[in-house]
């Protein structure tokens, strides 16, 4: 689980775009999917896209970004099961 508090610097900003700004390599569709199935929470509650961040706030994504990443992979391109 990912979890940090927004900054001073990121005030004002939407939530899908702190994402992306975030997590580069995680496809917007991908995290736009996370937010509509509630694995992205603001302060414990679901979030929206367009959603304002203030100071303060707690960001809370379930999964590790390299389980985001290997999400969107086609088959071919992950590594073999251990």
């Known amino acids: 689980m990912i979890e940090y508090r927004i900054e001073a610097d990121t005030v004002g900003m ?3 775009k702190h994402l ?9 569709s991908h995290l736009f999917k996370m937010i ?6 603001v302060n414990g509650k679901r979030a929206q896209p367009e959603q304002l ?6 960001l809370t994504i379930r999964g590790t ?3 985001l ?9 992950r590594p073999p099961p251990p």
């Open 14 to 16: 939407r939530l899908d």
């Open 20 to 28: 992306r700004k975030r997590m580069p390599n995680v496809p917007v």
């Open 36 to 41: 509509r199935t509630k694995k992205v929470r």
């Open 53 to 58: 961040l203030a100071e303060g706030d707690v």
């Open 65 to 67: 970004e390299e389980q």
């Open 69 to 77: 990443t290997l999400a969107e992979r086609p088959k071919s391109d």
